[in-house]
């Protein structure tokens, strides 16, 4: 959803009108004049039609994505270098890499010393054990868990809150010495970095994360990884102790980010592909609206 409402906001100020539709809406025909349907891909399939430019920005799971769904597409976007190398040798359809990506209107750096914390992880636990927290704990640090079913997992004392809002986040992710972020196994396997990282980095926030192929050539000396419970703990003692160390991890990133990987960015890859597709289709060439996305709730 709010990658949806970060998508739209960037399409209008370059100039293309803009609908959000969630899952219940996608067949509910306010498409008619629509020239192009661009479908988040989560978790559930969406059936295309042939009145539109088809467009699937695949952002996770990609092992519930099959090549037959991907050639029912005009034009594949992948959240993954490495997936979508993988992904154009199997379909007919255009297949490009489209990196997740953040929204600097809404992370930004915001300091708010009521937050102020050694470690933070924003996130729910889905019913499991997430695993840079497994990797972490027990701990004597002050630890904020921001986040929805934690209970069967960590003691109450690390769990700061059930949900904080996302035009907010920047206030927490500004305000700790040391974000961790991690990634399920299919994304992290097959390149699929955290849009969280993205964001983090544009409020100047310095990251652990688990390692994600193709992570250091994306985003080159702005997070550091580590590889087993072992190495979280020690990168986690040392970085503390060097705020300057930090800094210069956070700047590099924040820089980066800003540069290359923000919606405006993105934006502009998919309307030159969406031409490219309306062409081929012999649509019309000069004008191009964008009436409708469809993100998962």
């Not at 499991?128 to 497994?134: D, E, G, L, S």
């Not at 972490?136 to 630890?143: A, Q, S």
């Not at 003691?155 to 399920?184: F, M, Q, T, V």
């Amino acid at each position: 959803w709010h990658m949806a409402q970060a998508l739209k906001r960037a399409l209008e100020k370059q100039g293309h009108g803009a609908m959000v539709q969630i899952m219940p809406e996608w067949y509910d025909k306010r498409d008619g004049d629509c020239d192009a349907v661009i479908q988040l891909r989560g978790l559930d399939r969406y059936r295309t039609s042939s009145r539109h430019v088809n467009v699937m920005w695949n952002i996770s799971h990609p092992e519930k994505v099959g090549a037959r769904e991907y050639e029912g597409y005009d034009l594949v976007f992948i959240a993954s270098d490495l997936h979508a190398e993988v992904v154009r040798k199997r379909v007919a359809t255009e297949v490009a890499p489209l990196l997740q990506c953040t929204d600097p209107g809404v992370f930004y750096p915001s300091f708010r010393p009521e937050h102020q914390t050694e470690l933070l992880f924003v996130g729910n636990s889905r019913k499991v054990f997430r695993k840079i927290i497994k990797d972490l704990l027990p701990t004597d640090l002050r630890l904020d868990i921001w986040g929805t079913r934690w209970e069967p997992f960590v003691d109450k004392k690390y769990i700061r809150g059930a949900h904080y809002p996302n035009e907010s986040l920047r206030e927490l992710y500004s305000s700790c010495g040391i974000l961790l972020n991690d990634h399920w196994d299919d994304m992290r396997e097959n390149g699929f970095i955290s849009n969280r990282i993205f964001d983090a980095l544009a409020c100047s926030a310095f990251v652990i994360s688990d390692g994600v192929a193709g992570l250091e050539s994306v985003l080159p000396g702005a997070v550091v990884t580590y590889s087993g419970p072992k190495e979280l703990k020690e990168r986690i003692s040392y970085y503390l102790d060097r705020v300057d160390e930090r800094k210069a991890f956070a700047s590099r990133g924040h820089d980066l980010v800003l540069k290359y990987h923000t919606f405006d960015e993105r934006v502009r890859t998919i309307v030159a592909g969406v031409e490219r597709a309306m062409g081929s289709k012999d649509k019309r060439k000069d004008k191009t609206f964008f009436k409708r996305l469809l993100p998962r709730r």
